[in-house]
Nanobody, 122 residues
Framework: QVSLAESGGRLVQAGDSLTLSCKAL????????AGWFRQAPGKEREFLAS????????LYADSVKGRFTISRINAKNEVELQMINLKAEDTAVYYC???????????????WGKGTQVTVSS
């Protein structure tokens, strides 16, 4: 288990960009796969992006390809999600996770943050 904390979520306007950060308290986080998911009210948890320890292996949901970018900042035990051209449908609670496999499945992620709210006004 790795203790994770997301930050950066806020109210933005449609078309804006925003970067979310996830910081781990354990420096060993750099050796794990990192992932980002989101969940909107009444919706299933949705996979967004994942990356291995050095970011050379990445995977993105089709719905966010070209708009969202996952990056690792291992020196700070952090992972970021850079988002551009935000849309109203991006409104959700965003979660980071640590796991052992670059995958769309939440089953491969064992540690989760508590989430950060992103609200995109229409």
């Amino acid at each position: 288990q790795v203790s994770l904390a997301e930050s950066g979520g806020r109210l933005v306007q449609a078309g804006d960009s925003l970067t979310l950060s996830c910081k781990a308290l354990d420096r060993l986080f750099s050796a794990y796969v990192a992932g980002w998911f989101r969940q909107a009210p009444g919706k299933e948890r949705e996979f967004l992006a994942s990356a291995n320890w050095n970011g050379e292996s990445t995977l993105y949901a089709d719905s966010v390809k070209g708009r969202f970018t996952i990056s690792r900042i291992n020196a700070k035990n952090e992972v970021e999600l850079q988002m551009i051209n935000l849309k109203a449908e991006d409104t959700a609670v965003y979660y980071c996770a640590a796991g052992n496999h670059v995958s769309v499945s939440s089953e491969f992620y064992y540690s989760w943050g508590k989430g950060t709210q992103v609200t995109v006004s229409s």
